[in-house]
């Protein structure tokens, strides 16, 4: 089963945004057992819009059509499709109630473009968007099947969640796809492929295993496909064990998860408390651990000392010690760490403090060099990271290692 | 001029990695006055490239490759550019020199497969990689060009700006494209063609407007192709001019910059500091900020406070204040702002408290109930949201809503 992305819209082409539907897209269909053939991105013309439709109908079974939905005249993604499938428009009692909801909550007034929101395709059955104005189309047209979604990420994302994949899982008889992840950290994905070498070349050919590896944690993905579910789940379970307790010393959890998700309910049930100090990372620490529904059972706050005088004020690094050592340094970084745990009465405390550019390096502190501390009542530990140049990099790098930091030392603390 | 992107590797359509590449390159052909008429990922199999090349063949007079020139047994793209072209392969000697001095920078062996990256089409000119050691590829064939760089970011950025942009000015004489960007906030794209219709139904046909939402900010694209820059920049300042006097109350600033970026400037500019108070942003709004470079010179930093002990210890909230109204309340917000503004001794502060959820929402006070306030040494200001059920939503609503309302109050204060 092949499927075919095309993104519609000019601000792809002329680079203003990053096309990131594209990889969730992906990934949700890959999942499914779908295969992707290509990925298409075209501009809101109607000619190309044609040709890219045609083209993608040779090439795939499945052709999921993004953006171009929205209320101004130049979305023509509609009118479009419905030359293309020869069909008309219809106006969609239920889409058009929740545009109206969707205006009067917000006290705007509802205007004729907004009513047009709620047209559909004659021969589409049509998706409901509850997180937005624009309707997602589903339309099954000479044997193939064409989806088309409004732009907005995360109204697609509900709609390929919640509509699209459960359609496609129950209108084609899909083989049995099984994933099962390992979250590793602290070793590279080249180390763990040569420690693992003959459990991944002595795999059945049903199975296969894929490294995931992003800034500091690698996921090695084991995939199965297969008629019988609960044969495949033991055979992969079988091998992850083997795996894991290859490589035990580097293995977070196994599950998909994020790793600060799977830190935050090792916390939960242990009923332990975080707090943060966060120089360098601007509170990207924080954010990263709180956009986690229920954090705040584990999560109490902190602070963000971007400069030096909130540091001696917020969190009691002493002057003497940023003067003499700078805000870059063990010594900061570990009063740092103790001034949360004791002003924020926390059992953990995490501190980041460091260079993340792409200016501010001196000689023997260039950009990139990061302290980062994790610290209970009873001790504090500290590590120098030198990172590269970049300041995005930087920063995502250093909350990655911080949450390893401190997953580890909870593991050790609380087994 | 009409460019096609293809970019080449299973990665990107497996939805591993996010494609950043062609909105890189497609932004910088635009500057050179280039547009992309398609983006295209396919697979590393040949088929599939070969019928991509043949397709963009028809439908561009330049065509960018990235990706696939990696030195393992998966990447096929240059045996499949040479079928393509019904060339063969030469070593290129400059490119092999490059090789050899990587490989023993890293005192690593040289493999065949290394040597090999240096075999460039006989038809193309080498283009060197200063950065890695895939060189990229310069061909002229049938009147159209062609270009093959590797797929690693900043090799491919090195080589575009360094190569491959210069040898296109000079190659071809280009239309002059130029964009202007309008930031608007607080109205939503409806309203605003709807303000505008007779200004946009009058644009002459060589310039286009678009529409460019973004959860409470609409971006004003202005887009025009004309062969002399002076006269087309004058003819779009004239309708930016009439655009931004109809919707005047709306618009932040006249550029395609973040929000928060211009205000940075704006701040910056007038020597003015900034503080916060998160609650349910978690870190959201300060990771906003500081993701930018230079933003140490306005944002001195901030509490998190997730929990109620918190928002009374750090920022001097009341706990009487919390017991009677809240944590989510007007008298609640305004008291974190301002204990920002003291303990913190900015000239600017922002705090935010809400219901994010999932949970968490009570009757009067449902998920998504949101107030934020901006302060001053001379006054608070505060107003209250009602968003939507999904946290990630409601958080970046936040931060959004809670720079209007900053950017309005620096406006009003400092014009």
């Known amino acids: 089963m092949l499927a075919e992305i095309i993104t519609i819209g000019d601000e792809i082409l002329i680079g203003q945004i990053v096309d990131t539907n594209s990889a969730w897209m992906a990934q949700k269909l890959n999942e499914a057992g779908i295969r992707i053939k290509q990925i298409t991105s075209v501009s809101d013309d109607r000619e190309h819009i044609l040709q890219a439709l045609n083209l993608a109908t040779e090439r ?29 428009m219809r106006l969609d009692e239920e889409a058009l109630e929740n545009v109206k909801n969707i205006f009067s909550k917000y006290k705007a007034p509802l205007l004729e ?14 998706l409901q968007n509850k997180n937005g104005t624009a309707p997602g189309m589903w339309i099954e047209h000479n ?62 050919s049903h199975i296969k295993l894929a490294y995931l590896p992003k800034l500091g944690v690698v996921r090695l993905r084991l995939s199965g496909y297969a008629s019988d579910k609960e044969i495949l789940m033991s055979e992969i379970s079988a091998i992850s064990k083997k795996i894991v307790e290859r490589i ?3 293995v977070i959890i196994e599950a998909d998860v994020a790793l600060e998700k799977s830190i935050l309910d090792y916390m939960q049930l242990r009923n332990l408390t975080l707090t943060v100090a966060e120089s360098c990372t601007g509170g990207a620490l924080s954010q990263t651990i709180t956009q986690h ?26 002057n003497q010690t940023i003067l003499q050592f700078g805000a870059v340094s063990v010594q900061t970084v570990e009063e740092m760490a103790k001034g949360a745990l004791t002003a924020y009465h926390s ?52 909350v990655t290692n911080a949450l390893i930091m401190l997953f580890k030392l909870l593991k050790q603390d609380n087994p």
Request: aromatic share 8%.
């Open 248 to 250: 035990a010393d580097y």
């Open 60 to 88: 795939a079974d499945l052709v999921i059509i993004t953006g171009g939905l929205g209320p101004t005249k130049d979305d023509i993604t509609k009118k479009t499709l419905a030359e293309f499938f020869k069909t008309t």
């Open 143 to 204: 044997n193939k099947i064409y989806v088309s979604l409004p732009g907005v990420p995360f109204e697609m994302m509900y709609l390929m969640e919640e509509e699209v994949i459960p359609r496609i899982i129950s209108t084609y008889s899909l083989p049995i796809i099984y994933h099962h992840t390992i979250l590793t950290a602290g070793i590279g994905e080249s180390m763990i492929a040569e420690e693992i070498s003959d459990i991944e070349d002595g795999l059945p």
């Open 347 to 398: 059992d953990y405390s995490l501190a980041i403090s460091g260079i993340a550019g792409p200016d501010g390096g001196v000689e023997n502190k260039p950009v990139g060099t990061v302290w980062i501390a994790v610290a209970n009542a009873n001790k504090v530990i500290s590590r120098k990271f030198q990172f590269g140049n970049r300041r995005k990099q930087n920063i995502e790098r250093s």
């Open 113 to 126: 473009v907004n009513v047009q929101q709620a047209n559909v395709l004659e021969n589409s059955v049509t």
């Open 293 to 318: 529904p229920g954090s705040s059972s584990v999560f109490l706050g902190g602070a963000i000392t971007y400069s030096n005088t909130l540091k001696v004020s917020m969190l009691g690094v002493s």
